[in-house]
C-alpha cells in the first residue's frame, strides 16, 4: 500500500469483492478516523488513518499470498511489452502494485504458482538453503524405467555437466500415458524437461502440483487464483512424502 482507493483496500482486508465494497461504503458503515465517508474513491493512507468498518475485525494486511493455477501461454514475469504474464491474470481485488511471481513457471508449464508482494517470503521458498520442494507431473513420451527412476533419485547429471540434487519419482503407466510425478527442490532452469531430456526422454506436458506442503487447490480452473489461508502460507515450509500428494 500505504495510500489506496477506500474500496479496494476494504476488498482486500475484508475479503470481498470490489462492488461488495463500494455497498459497504454506500451504506454508511465505513469509519476513517471516526467518520463516515460515503466516497468509494477516498483516498486512505493505511499508514496513518484508522478505519473502522461495521461487522469487520478490520486490520490492514501488511502483504497478500495468491495462489494461481496457471495457464499455458504466459509468461512468468511482472510485465512484457507484447505477451501475457501471469499479474495479467489477477482479478481487480486481489491487485496490488507491487506483485511478483515466486519464481518462474516456463510458458508451456501449468500449475502451482505463488504470487505475493512480500520479498523475504519469496525468498525463503526460492533459496536453495531453505530446501522447499517443488512437486511436479510430467507427461513422458516414452516410459520410465526403474533404472531411470535410480538414475533420477540419484541425482542426476544432465547433459551439460550439472549434477541435480537427489529426486523423488513416483511413475505410472495407464492406457499408454506415461506420468511421473517428481519432486526436486532446486530451480534450475527448465529443470524437470533437462532431467527427462538426460534420460532421453522426453516431457509432452509438465504441470506444478506442490510447492512444500501445499497443493493446487483443485477447484480452482486454469487461469484463476486466490488469496491463501494463513495456514496455507506456513504449509509452503513443511514437507510430506510424495505418496502423500496423490
Ligand atoms: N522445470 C521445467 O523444466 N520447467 C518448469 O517450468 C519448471 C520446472
Redesign the pocket.
Known amino acids: 500500500m500505504p495510500k489506496d482507493r477506500l474500496d479496494k483496500i476494504l476488498a482486500l482486508n475484508c475479503n470481498v469483492s470490489r462492488k461488495e465494497a463500494r455497498q459497504m461504503i454506500k451504506d454508511g458503515t465505513v469509519r476513517i478516523n471516526g467518520q463516515i465517508i460515503l466516497k468509494a474513491e477516498y483516498t486512505v493512507d493505511t499508514d496513518n488513518d484508522t478505519v473502522d468498518v461495521d461487522g469487520y475485525d478490520f486490520k490492514v494486511k501488511e502483504h497478500i499470498y495468491i495462489m494461481l493455477n496457471k495457464p499455458q501461454g504466459v509468461i512468468?514475469a511482472t510485465s512484457d511489452p507484447s505477451k501475457p504474464t501471469v499479474i495479467d491474470l489477477i482479478p481487480d481485488e486481489l491487485m496490488r502494485r507491487s506483485l511478483f511471481p515466486c519464481g518462474?513457471?516456463?510458458?508451456?508449464?501449468t500449475g502451482l504458482l505463488l504470487i505475493t508482494d512480500d520479498g523475504a517470503y519469496s525468498h525463503r521458498i526460492m533459496s536453495p538453503s531453505h530446501h522447499v520442494f517443488?512437486t511436479?507431473e510430467a507427461v513422458l513420451s516414452k516410459p520410465l524405467s526403474a533404472n531411470d527412476i535410480e538414475i533420477l533419485e540419484g541425482g542426476i547429471t544432465l547433459g551439460d555437466g550439472t549434477v541435480c540434487l537427489p529426486a523423488k519419482v513416483k511413475y505410472a503407466e495407464e492406457n499408454g500415458v506415461y506420468t511421473a510425478a517428481i519432486k526436486?527442490r532446486e530451480?534450475?532452469?527448465?529443470?524437470?524437461?533437462?532431467?527427462f531430456g538426460a534420460l532421453g526422454n522426453n516431457?509432452d506436458s509438465?504441470r506444478?502440483i506442490q510447492i512444500g506442503a501445499l497443493k493446487l487447490d483443485p477447484l480452482l480452473n486454469e487461469g484463476e487464483s486466490r488469496e491463501l489461508t494463513e495456514k496455507e502460507k506456513e504449509l509452503v515450509f513443511s514437507d510430506d512424502t510424495l505418496s502423500e500428494t496423490e
Open positions: 512468468s518462474r513457471l516456463d510458458r508451456d508449464t517443488k511436479y526436486i530451480g534450475k532452469y527448465h529443470q524437470v524437461k533437462r532431467m516431457v509438465l506444478r
